[in-house]
């Protein structure tokens, strides 16, 4: 039996995500372990938004 997955949940979580890592990056302001950290997880953001947006197209 196929999985049901939430993807239209999982696609406001993600929005969710960049969404607070864009906060954090305004808090962080100019300290470099926050700027490098943040550029990372807007990457990973940025995969998951890719990913879930091709699911999406597919369905």
């Known amino acids: 039996m196929a999985e049901q997955y939430k993807i239209d949940e999982m696609d406001a979580k993600i929005k969710q995500i960049r969404k607070t890592a864009e906060e954090l990056q305004q808090l962080g302001g100019n300290i470099e372990a926050v700027k490098k950290n943040i550029v990372r997880l ?3 953001t ?3 938004e890719l990913n879930i947006s091709d699911v999406k ?3």
């Open 42 to 44: 807007l990457a990973s």
């Open 46 to 48: 940025k995969m998951l």
């Open 57 to 59: 197209l597919v369905m």
